[in-house]
């Protein structure tokens, strides 16, 4: 939820994440952030209009009922294609007029559609590509063991390159399964022990959490350059918020910058290919390694 429009929850700021870091732990491929191509902000906020919806025969059009994309190619696809005709003044829209039986298919999409006032059955529903899975987070063993010992971390607080450079939709469900059984024989395996050290509190009031979900947006979103990032640490700096969550948007933008290549769901146009010397992982412990 550090970007300005996305699905997640308004509670899941990243906090442990950037106090993990903090307080020693490294954090990995924090560049890479999907995001889905539709998206639905309405006034029960922000939703998402599934993939199942494109692969019944939903079709993208702008404004004037043009197809414009394939709606089958892999999300990072799909989403720049949205977020470039929406950049040259387009609306754009999901006709899904042509399902039938939408209500039975997609009960809870056809729900909140309805509510908002769109009956998919007969309306063009306006999508937005929003922010959605944080592929990075810290960086784990496959025994989902950070570098500090007795911290584990699984699911999108982790990072063992399950998912590549870009995540295959649902695999973050199976995650879940196999990531939550393993990391409890490790636990048990490990036996860990709590210390009799002094816990740090590094707790902070949040601060200008707006003004940083702007900079993600504008700067490391969809499309990223040298230029936009630069700006979006530099703003960054100034804007008085809890240092746990300036941290982790600190490695967000520095690894987007030091990635001087397109790969997955990182995206920059001033380096729209992959570049084989940029085949690694990124690391970050308070600034980008690469």
Not at 111 to 123: A, H, M, T
């Amino acid at each position: 939820a550090l970007f300005k429009y996305t699905a997640g929850s308004p509670l899941n700021l990243g906090i442990l994440i950037g106090d993990a870091i903090m307080k020693g732990a490294l954090a990995s491929d924090l560049e890479f952030v999907q995001f889905h191509p539709t998206g639905f902000i309405g006034k029960g906020g922000v939703k998402l209009v599934s993939e199942a919806v494109r692969g019944a025969g939903a079709k993208l059009v702008n404004e004037d009922g043009e197809r414009f994309v394939n709606e089958l190619e892999p999300r990072d696809v799909v989403a720049r294609a949205i977020y470039r005709k929406m950049q040259s003044g387009s609306r754009v829209y999901l006709d899904a007029t042509g399902i039938e039986n939408f209500k039975e298919k997609f009960p809870q999409i056809y729900s909140f559609l309805v509510k908002e006032g769109i009956n998919p059955e007969r309306d063009l529903i306006p999508v937005t590509p929003i922010a959605h899975y944080s592929i990075g987070g810290l960086k784990v063993d496959l025994h989902y063991r950070t570098n500090i010992k007795n911290l584990y971390a699984i699911g999108e607080a982790a990072n063992n390159g399950f998912h590549g450079a870009n995540r295959l939709a649902s695999n973050s469900l199976l995650e879940c399964i196999v990531s939550g059984l393993e990391v409890a024989r490790t636990v048990r395996r490990d036996k860990p022990k709590g210390g009799s050290g002094e816990i740090r509190d590094t707790a902070q009031e949040s601060g200008d959490i707006e003004s940083v979900k702007e900079i993600l947006w504008k700067y490391a979103g969809i499309v990223r350059n040298e230029n936009g990032l630069l700006e979006g640490l530099k703003e960054l700096e100034k804007l008085e918020v809890d240092e746990r969550i300036k941290l982790l948007v600190k490695g967000i933008l520095e690894c987007a910058l030091a990635r001087k290549e397109s790969r997955g769901v990182h995206y920059r146009e001033d380096y729209p290919i992959i570049r084989k010397e940029f085949e690694r992982h990124s690391i970050f412990n308070g600034r980008c390694m690469l």
